[in-house]
């Protein structure tokens, strides 16, 4: 095997799953392993393959067989001597004997779950994983947390994907077993990482509520987690949903508990007032290879506002340069700016000779190579911004900051910045926005279509919502689009239902007023300077009967649709255009106390 294809695989020692405490390596070419397995803190006990000397009242978590070259006769013999010293719940990891091994598991009562390519002692091997066929994912993570080690449950519920779970009912059990484990573990923890469990359990829940959206403990769940990071309205939102589709006498009560606890009141942040371009900085912007609608969209308000002469991306984005796949040629974030492509030693000397004044850091991801990075973080001696466009509302500085090996990163820019956490001094807000060149140039007030929706419903509430309001209007809001479809949807509809996706802003929350829809729009739990107003800009729900009379409204008072959506596209062009959100930026850093201006 050459030495590129052995670098790209894991070594033996990390396809052993993190939830294992106690391990077994049975085999000498095993032994090696020792070292690298003690340090993520296992118990490791290495024996020869007559597994001599083996504990008598220890069990394990896992057993690591080297069944190369063994015949099936003394493979058998040799896991007779290793399963009873197994946990219930334990897993077999069989090295390089497949075919060895798979009579011995069935007699044994196990069954292989998966494998996986690795290298030992620089050859690749393939690694068979097997359970015991009465194994339950549901069990185990319930021992582990009876057992005090919440941590463990999720890091085994972590390892399989619901999405590919075929039944909705174990899917959904699953997900709300994770979401317990996390609500266990916060408590245990104390609140040390809070936001990250919170973001954790959304995510279980969003997977639940797609397959079982009238499952009410995943409800319970994230609105005691809500209740937690600051937002008991929040909490309340969610009880009142699943009440209306699935009634509990636990989630009523639960909703009754949080009745007059009030919002968590972090530091008000002001809407940033009108630029007065008199800072215009040369700017470098680090962005990352594939198109991303918050950071591309950006970096066209930048280009707009500063002038092409005083930004540059790196690296180079051919979709921000009229490069586009036909099948993207009409996303909402591809553009044809002038420019030629740079490269990263082009970068540095510009850099060390003081051509930029301000660096936006907008991989959040880290796809930049890490080498890369810190070269252009040991050249750049001018301020940095970090630029957070991801779905999530974690704080991302320390593992930017980790990676650029820099110590300090004073200001963030944050699109899911949750309005009941405090992130502490010097973090903003940075919603979406939507390219000013999109808008059409005229928008008719003469509309034949009612309400507007396209797209999946995979994340959020939105197969909750979607299915009220199929019952409502008696029929299905499920039709597929061309791109020119699409277009003529949006400019000929009255009304358009913006509800959350991976993150709680999303494109469609700036697209439709952008057509001149009315926007109606789950309430966004975030900060977004110059918001709509509800009942002014937009009309806003946070809850199914909410939804269901915010409907009603709409059908019954057709001149309020016209108005609110003439205020809405109004409003959008004025605070919400790319170069509008690029301008608050600069203001924003040239008002600051850290000396950018």
């Known amino acids: 095997m050459n030495s590129d294809a052995q670098s790209a695989l894991p070594a033996f020692g990390h396809v052993v799953p993190v939830h294992v405490r106690r391990i077994i390596l049975a085999g000498a070419r095993l032994r090696g392993q020792d070292q690298l397995l003690q340090s993520r803190g296992m118990e490791v006990l290495a024996c020869d393959l007559d597994c001599a000397g083996l504990p008598t009242d220890t069990q394990f978590d896992a057993v690591a067989l080297d069944g190369m070259g063994l015949a099936p006769d003394v493979a058998l013999t040799l896991l007779r001597r290793l399963v009873p010293v197994l946990s219930p719940h334990g897993l077999l990891l069989c090295v390089d004997g497949p075919s060895t091994v798979t009579g011995a598991l069935e007699q044994l009562g196990f069954a292989a779950s998966d494998s996986t390519d690795c290298a030992l002692e620089g050859t690749r091997i393939r690694v068979v994983r097997a359970l015991r066929c009465d194994y339950s994912l549901r069990e185990h993570a319930r021992r582990l947390r009876a057992e005090g080690r919440p941590d463990l449950a999720f890091c085994v519920l972590r390892e399989v994907s619901l999405q590919q779970l075929p039944s909705d009912e174990e899917a959904a059990a699953l997900a709300v077993e994770t979401q317990v484990s996390l609500l266990d573990l916060d408590g ?22 797609a397959r079982a959206p009238g499952h009410a403990l995943a409800y319970q769940c994230q609105a005691e987690f809500w209740r937690r990071i600051g937002s008991p309205e929040m909490g309340r939102r969610l009880l009142r949903s699943v009440e209306r589709i699935a009634p509990s006498a636990a989630a009523q009560q639960q909703r009754a508990s949080y009745e007059g606890k009030a919002e968590a009141a972090p530091r008000p942040i002001p809407d940033p007032p009108e630029w007065d371009r008199s800072w215009k900085p040369r700017v470098l912007f680090i962005t990352h290879p594939r198109i991303d609608y918050g950071l591309d969209t950006l970096c066209d308000g930048l280009r707009r506002v500063l002038g092409d002469g005083r930004f540059v991306e790196y690296p180079w984005k051919p979709s921000l340069h009229g490069d586009v796949p036909p099948r993207l040629a009409n996303y909402p974030c591809c553009f044809n700016h002038p420019g030629s492509p740079t490269t990263l030693d082009a970068v540095l000397a510009q850099l060390r000779g003081g051509e930029f004044d301000l660096l936006l850091f907008g991989d959040t991801e880290l796809n930049i190579d890490r080498d890369e990075a810190r070269r252009i973080a ?11 466009q991801g779905d999530d509302p974690l704080d991302r500085r320390a593992e930017a900051m980790a990676y650029l090996a820099r110590s300090d990163m004073p200001i963030c820019f944050k699109r899911e910045m949750l309005a009941c956490h405090d992130y502490g001094d010097n973090f903003f807000p940075l919603p979406f926005a939507y390219p000013d060149g999109r808008i059409p140039a005229e928008v008719s007030e003469t509309r034949d279509n009612g309400l507007f929706w396209a797209g999946h419903r995979q994340f959020g509430l939105r197969r909750l919502y979607l299915e009220c309001l199929e019952a409502i209007r008696g029929r299905r809001f499920d039709a597929n689009y061309t791109q020119e479809e699409y277009a003529r949807a949006l400019s000929g509809s009255r009304i358009g239902l913006s509800l959350f996706g991976g993150g709680f802003d999303t494109v469609r929350y700036w697209e439709l007023p952008a057509h001149g829809c009315m926007l109606l729009a789950e309430r966004p739990p975030i900060r977004i300077p110059y918001d709509f107003e509800d009942g002014v800009s937009a009309l806003f729900f946070g809850d199914v009967p909410e939804f269901e009379a915010r409907l009603d409204q709409c059908l019954s008072k057709p001149e309020l649709v016209g108005r609110v959506a003439a205020a809405g596209h109004d409003r959008l062009r004025r605070y919400h255009t790319a170069p509008a959100r690029a301008a608050q930026i600069l203001t924003r850093l040239s008002r600051n106390a850290t000396p950018f201006g």
Do not use: N
């Not at 040991?378 to 957070?388: E, K, M, S, Y």
């Open 188 to 209: 245990k923890t104390r609140g040390a990482g809070r936001l990250p469990h919170f973001w954790l359990s959304q995510m279980a829940f969003y997977q639940c509520a």
């Open 378 to 388: 040991q050249a750049a001696t001018i301020p940095w911004v970090l630029i957070d």
